[in-house]
Nanobody, 115 residues
Framework: QVQLVESGGGLVQAGGSLRLSCVAS???????MGWYRQAPGKERELVAA???????NYADSVKGRFTISRDNAKNTVYLQMNSLKSEDTAVYYC??????????WGQGTQVTVSS
């Protein structure tokens, strides 16, 4: 497994932007990386994913507003979040996954969007 540490969350007004970072304890080259979020009273949901090969996948609710990217040299994955809405308020988690291995999760970072 790999240890993941998220940062970059905070309080922002609706329409604003945040960039989340997830730093891994070792190389993320072999992993597919993803950002998930969990709002109070709701299940954890996939926000964005990025495969080793560069294929991206986004939740319909964030398409056109969020962008996932990775810097393998820095063992870091990012989530650029623009045009934030109150419904984006949640704890955001980073995940690293690979077939045959258990998924690694970060501790989460809180994002709060005020309307």
């Amino acid at each position: 497994q790999v240890q993941l540490v998220e940062s970059g969350g905070g309080l922002v007004q609706a329409g604003g932007s945040l960039r989340l970072s997830c730093v891994a304890s070792s190389s993320i080259f072999i992993f597919s990386m993803g950002w998930y979020r969990q709002a109070p009273g709701k299940e954890r949901e996939l926000v964005a994913a990025l495969t080793r090969g560069g294929t991206t996948n986004y939740a319909d609710s964030v398409k056109g507003r969020f962008t996932i990217s990775r810097d393998n040299a820095k063992n870091t994955v990012y989530l650029q979040m623009n045009s934030l809405k109150s419904e984006d308020t949640a704890v955001y988690y980073c995940a690293a996954s690979r077939v045959g291995l258990s998924t690694s999760w970060g501790q989460g970072t809180q994002v709060t969007v005020s309307s």
